[in-house]
T-cell receptor
Framework: DTAVSQTPKYLVTQMGNDKSIKCEQN?????MYWYKQDSKKFLKIMFSYNNKELIINETVPNRFSPKSPDKAHLNLHINSLELGDSAVYFC?????????????FGPGTRLTVT | LAKTTQPISMDSYEGQEVNITCSHNNIATNDYITWYQQFPSQGPRFIIQGYKTKVTNEVASLFIPADRKSSTLSLPRVSLSDTAVYYC????????????FGTGTLLAVQP
């Protein structure tokens, strides 16, 4: 009964490759997010979707492209992976958009680029 | 977006009450104060949220003074399993509001 799930949990790949991380929530939430946590544990928001529409798009390289096929899914595709992309990526969801709504985070995907 | 300042780390012993204070001097009128907890290798988890005065739930209390320029997360009788990073966040409730996670406070509970 996992509320927010991500696949894969670990991803090891080489520079220049293209990879995707999938996220699904079964909470019936309208809003989903992608965060990046670097080695220093800083957690930064990347994207937010509300009802499949992009509402937050932080300054991230164009190589990162989110896709929301429906309200329950928000996938993250990364092109031409670089060493600096190595981090833990968290997906999250909330009932609606805005800080007042509790966010539920997935277990994270640890991406290692070699 | 209001910036928050927290101690980098704190130590405690099992059974003690722990208070983690967060400073947010430029908090805006519409800002809420939210605390999240993160265990190693897990995503953050919502603990508590407040706007003013005191809020209490089954795991913690949140104290907010009248000027709202700081807030204190209180964890009663901590156990080893409370060892985690605690993040204080301040922001508006609007749809495009972003959760800005700072460095957080690493709480280490000793037996």
């Amino acid at each position: 009964d996992t509320a927010v799930s991500q696949t894969p949990k670990y991803l090891v790949t080489q520079m220049g490759n293209d990879k995707s991380i999938k996220c699904e929530q079964n909470l019936g939430h309208d809003t989903m997010y992608w965060y990046k946590q670097d080695s220093k544990k800083f957690l930064k928001i990347m994207f937010s979707y509300n009802n499949k529409e992009l509402i937050i798009n932080e300054t991230v390289p164009n190589r990162f492209s989110p896709k929301s096929p429906d309200k329950a899914h928000l996938n993250l595709h990364i092109n031409s992976l670089e060493l600096g992309d190595s981090a833990v990526y968290f997906c999250a969801s909330s009932q609606a958009a805005g800080q007042i709504y509790e966010q539920y985070f997935g277990p994270g995907t640890r991406l290692t680029v070699t | 977006l209001a910036k928050t300042t927290q101690p980098i780390s704190m130590d405690s012993y099992e059974g003690q009450e722990v208070n983690i204070t967060c400073s947010h001097n430029n908090i805006a009128t519409n800002d809420y104060i939210t605390w999240y907890q993160q265990f190693p290798s897990q995503g953050p988890r919502f603990i508590i949220q407040g706007y003013k005065t005191k809020v209490t739930n089954e795991v913690a209390s949140l104290f907010i003074p009248a000027d709202r320029k700081s807030s204190t997360l209180s964890l009663p009788r901590v156990s080893l399993s409370d060892t985690a990073v605690y993040y204080c966040l301040v922001g508006e409730g609007g749809a495009t509001n972003k959760l800005i996670f700072g460095t957080g406070t690493l709480l280490a509970v000793q037996p």
